[in-house]
């Protein structure tokens, strides 16, 4: 018989010396061919894993998400943000977004998003 409980996504595992850690996977924006893009994180707290886990899957909703790469530029993700807002905002504000980005994809564009700073 099925159990009525919901699945918890944040696993427990144990370390050799004893310590508990919590684990969970999220499903990422899949890469332009399709495919499919999981990421695996791990804290020290229970609390620390939820918290994480809502604020990651909160920013791949909204398009705002950024994963720990060297080769996604900021060209790519200002691309992924501007889509995911131009079904969220008017045609004008999306057509200001666009055109202010433009300004920002020439100065940084094929610069590594990671390595962009105020």
Same mark, same amino acid.
């Given at each position: 018989m099925a159990s009525s409980k919901g699945h918890d996504p944040i696993h427990t595992i144990t370390l050799r010396d004893g310590r508990k850690r919590y684990r969970?996977?999220?499903d990422l924006e899949p890469t332009p061919g399709g495919r499919r893009v999981q990421k695996t994180y791990t804290f020290d707290t229970k609390a620390e894993a939820r918290a994480q886990r809502g604020r /990651?899957?909160?920013d791949v909703a909204s398009g705002t998400h950024v994963t720990r790469d060297?080769?996604?530029t900021f060209e790519e993700v200002a691309d992924r943000w501007l889509r995911s807002k131009?079904?969220?905002v008017?045609? /004008?504000t999306s057509t200001t977004y666009a055109s202010l980005l433009k300004h920002a994809n020439q100065a940084f564009g094929a610069v590594p998003v990671q390595r962009v700073t105020r």
């Open positions: 969970f996977v999220v /990651i899957i909160a060297t080769t996604t131009r079904r969220q008017r045609e /004008i």
